[in-house]
T-cell receptor, first 113, second 115 residues
Framework: GDSVTQTEGQVALSEEDFLTIHCNYS??????LFWYVQYPGEGPQFLFR?????EKGSSRGFEATYDKGTTSFHLRKASVQESDSAVYYC????????????FGSGTQLTVMP | GALVYQYPRRTICKSGTSMRMECQAV??????VAWYRQSPQKTFELIAL?????????EQNFTQEKFPISHPNLSFSSMTVLNAYLEDRGLYLC???????????FGKGTRLTVV
C-alpha cells in the first residue's frame, strides 16, 4: 500500500541554520504530496502541496520540490527561527480514490535561540 | 478564511461511557470530512471518511458500531465514541476539504481521556 517515510524523528538546530527534513514516498502514479506543521495542542496546519513532478510548493519560507525520480518531497528552509519549533508531517493523498491523507511519522524540529 | 472548529477541545469520560465530538467548517463547504485519531506516539489513524451524498467509509479496525458519524450538511459533522476504553485515548482530528485536489483543513482536535 501507499506509504510515507520520514527518516528524522528529531532535528535540533540553532536559529538561522539551514533545515532539511527528508520525506520519501511509495505510491503509484503521481500522488499529491503535502507538508503539515503541528504545534503543541493544535491540529495539523497545512503548509503547502504539490502534485506534479518538479512542482515546488512553498509557504512561510519553507519549500519542497516534488521529485518523481527519487520519490521524494524534502522540506527545506534556508534560515530557521525559534518559532519554527514544531512537528512537521509529510503526507500523501492515497491512490485509492478516497482522498485519505497518509501521514509520515513526523519530525520534531527544535530550534534553539 | 477557511477554518475548522472542533469541540469540545478536551474531554474526560469514565471507562465504558460514550462521548460525542463535533466538527464545523467555516468559510467553505466541506463536501468531505475525515476523522483521524492521533495516538500519544503522534501517529495518525484514519477512522472514517464521510462525503456528502455518499456512504461513510470506515477504515479497518474502526466500525460504525463503535464510532458512529453524522454528516448532515456541508458544514457540520459529528462522531461519537461509544463505550470508550483506555485504548480509545488520543487526539481526535477532523479534516475537511471542499473537493478533490483542494487542501485539507484540520481542526485543533478533541483530546479524549478515559479514566
Amino acid at each position: 500500500g501507499d506509504s510515507v517515510t520520514q527518516t528524522e524523528g528529531q532535528v535540533a538546530l540553532s536559529e538561522e541554520d539551514f533545515l532539511t527534513i527528508h520525506c520519501n514516498y511509495s505510491a503509484s502514479g503521481y500522488p499529491a504530496l503535502f507538508w503539515y506543521v503541528q504545534y503543541p495542542g493544535e491540529g495539523p496546519q497545512f503548509l503547502f502541496r504539490a502534485s506534479r513532478d518538479k512542482e515546488k510548493g512553498s509557504s512561510r519560507g519553507f519549500e519542497a520540490t516534488y521529485d518523481k525520480g527519487t520519490t521524494s518531497f524534502h522540506l527545506r528552509k534556508a534560515s530557521v527561527q525559534e518559532s519554527d519549533s514544531a512537528v512537521y508531517y509529510c503526507a500523501l493523498e492515497g491512490s485509492s480514490g478516497s482522498w485519505q491523507l497518509i501521514f509520515g511519522s513526523g519530525t520534531q524540529l527544535t530550534v534553539m535561540p | 478564511g477557511a477554518l475548522v472548529y472542533q469541540y469540545p477541545r478536551r474531554t474526560i469520560c469514565k471507562s465504558g461511557t460514550s462521548m460525542r465530538m463535533e466538527c464545523q467548517a467555516v468559510g467553505f463547504q466541506a463536501t468531505s470530512v475525515a476523522w483521524y485519531r492521533q495516538s500519544p506516539q503522534k501517529t495518525f489513524e484514519l477512522i472514517a471518511l464521510s462525503t456528502v451524498n455518499s456512504a461513510i467509509k470506515y477504515e479497518q479496525n474502526f466500525t460504525q458500531e463503535k464510532f458512529p458519524i453524522s454528516h448532515p450538511n456541508l458544514s457540520f459533522s459529528s462522531m461519537t465514541v461509544l463505550n470508550a476504553y483506555l485504548e480509545d485515548r488520543g487526539l481526535y482530528l477532523c479534516g475537511a476539504r471542499q473537493g478533490p485536489n483542494t487542501e485539507v483543513f484540520f481542526g485543533k482536535g478533541t483530546r479524549l481521556t478515559v479514566v
